[in-house]
DNA sequence: AAGCTAATGTCAGTCACTGACAGTTGACAA
DNA sequence: TTGTCAACTGTCAGTGACTGACATTAGCTT
């Protein structure tokens, strides 16, 4: 055991180059699949096969059939968590959110389409929505999301999660603008990051003002509004 | 192929009661297995076995392993509708939907209690809520029966559910502010039905001054306020 | 080149779920 | 009562997702 690099993937090998084109194919091959003949049906065999690997090793590079229609969904979301996290301590919490949607944007593009096309992810999207069981996978991906962002919000202001209802309100109107943006994105014709990115900003700017109003003051008592 | 009766099940013959009791059994079997063992460490043959019918008799029952958690939910949510959809045309949205829920939690007690101990649903909600494949089926269908609740709002009022954004915005605060009533609920000592009856009308009274202002009036332009 | 080990393949097995077909049993008429 | 029909149920075989165990292959290291 020598020393290793911390940093995502890659020691530079042969070896871990062919995971990644493995992974990769796996992946797009995945997609492109479900977005044409759909999820169920599409059998992981015939992935598997489609690459020329077993059953056996597209588990162990996916844990399940679900994970991978969310493998890229999955990016941008740490992508986000990492850009929210680096977010200045002077910024409000839904200036920090809305920038580090923003600088996500930036940066997530190239990311994204050296795995797979753009318009491959945006069908995808797609089928997610019209696919019941991957619906289910996505709302509790989803809760899932809003409950890290909200810990890393309550960190930033220093507040409590368990009695200061303002960072989950906060972050249950963001995500759901997220959401409303991004299903408008699918729907549309412009596969293109820039779109996303122009409509996030649209949106956002619509919810601003009203969580602007004064925070890391004790909460008001309920039934008392602060817009 | 004769005369039918289109009541809810029972020509009252033997067969009917037969099936009602199996359908009852399999229910509560299962349900009882699946908050003392897990849900995932329950099998469906285990729950068959125990009722003394062929697995593929269970299937005829239930579409699902998932169905069966969810049969008591059914009932209610069902009951909710009947309510919504037999509130008198003049009340407002929230007070239709409000009364309708208390309406329903009236009648509700006795029709779980005759399947299965409220305390045992209790036992379920919890383990819904703690078992990820069985949260992500709750969430997906919260939201089926949000679109449908929307949709009877809409009616009622006359507006168009495709451009007036009040009928989703009202109804998913009602449906949060209901699932936070049946969290504490879940976590809380009181499995009788009154307490959430109680809990559901405590909190749905803090929502309502909010939602209370002019509807039947043209949506203003996104960014104003109406409280 | 030899040895270590990560990556992969193979195989057997579990579990949810389904279609097909056969056997059983209420319901209803003669 | 008895016979017939239709509804229930059981059995069986098969598919597809997923897992553990073990053998095999192929980069990496010295």
Redesign the interface.
Known sequence: MTERQATIGSTTGLRELKKQRTRDALLRVALELFTTQGYEHTTVDEIADAVEVSQRTFFRYFASKEEVAFAVQEMVESRFVAELLARPPEEGPFAAMRNAVLGAWNTIGEAIEAVVPVELHMRTYRMIEST?AL???H??RS?DLEERIAGIVADREDLDLDTDPRPRVAVAAFTGVMRVAGRLWGQGEDASMESIRTLTELYLD?LG?ALAAEWRTPART??A?T?
Do not use: N, S, V
């Open positions: 019941p619906l289910a996978a709302l509790r809760t619509h003002p309920p039934g509004h817009g």
